[in-house]
């Protein structure tokens, strides 16, 4: 197992296109691998959380449900869905933001522990704008609606809906669906908000490279507080 972790890993680094250099260990009452990222990006290049615009549709690239499915693995259920789940997070974001660069991309951020929502409230906070989010349209891996429902939700979700207060949904989102809206990502996908009138396009081409899940899922409202309204 230590082996193919190893392995797993050396393998990603070549095809994000990197080099292992050095490492460090740690003695510990469980086994811990993780990889730091250090690197050189040109100024006129930098894409940040910061740009979002009104008006602005925003495209996610990865479905999400990384964290209930994972739960659901532990409770041995869900195994269709754990399945993609480990398939999506093997998949790097280098294909999706290739595609990306290509676009006159205002902000972008990846989906990690904080959630979808997490993270689409660091962009709007930082760019001082509000969002709208079509719940149904944000795309699910397989089986994670049905394991959310069960309850089988991590105590991140948990946290993160304890600690972001600045969402508004309309009565008829479901739970389970507001859960999987919290729910920690592990490798999860990039949030792009980009003029409108190219987000159809940038998803047809994403989707033609390989990324498969990618739809749009919302838009800038206007300038705001942050304030994301999910319906």
Not at 34 to 55: C, E, F, I, Q, W
């Amino acid at each position: 197992m230590l082996l193919a972790i190893l392995s797993g890993g050396q393998q990603k680094i070549a095809e994000a296109g990197a080099v292992m250099l050095g490492g460090h260990t740690i003695d510990d009452d469980e086994p811990k691998y993780g990889l730091s990222v250090t690197g050189v990006v040109h100024p006129d290049k930098v894409l940040t959380n910061a740009g979002a615009r009104p008006g602005d549709a925003l495209v996610l690239t990865k479905a999400i449900g990384t964290g209930v499915l994972y739960t659901a693995m532990r409770a041995e259920l869900f195994a269709t869905g754990v399945a993609a789940a480990a398939a999506s997070m093997a998949r790097l974001n280098k294909y999706a933001a290739e595609v990306m660069l290509r676009y006159p991309v205002n902000a972008c951020t990846d989906i990690t522990g904080f959630g979808l929502l997490g993270h689409a409230f660091e962009l709007a906070d930082a760019s001082q704008v509000d969002l709208e989010l079509d719940s149904r349209a944000v795309p699910l891996l397989p089986e994670a609606a049905e394991a959310a429902g069960m309850g089988l939700v991590p105590a991140g979700a948990y946290a993160n809906r304890d600690y972001l207060k600045q969402v508004d949904f309309q009565p008829a989102v479901p739970v389970n669906l507001q859960d999987l809206l919290y729910d920690p990502q592990t490798s999860g996908g990039l949030l792009i908000s980009l003029p409108a009138d190219r987000a159809a396009e940038l998803v047809a081409e994403l989707q033609a490279a390989g990324v498969t899940d990618a739809a749009c899922i919302g838009r800038v409202a206007g300038k705001g507080t942050g304030t994301i309204h999910v319906r």
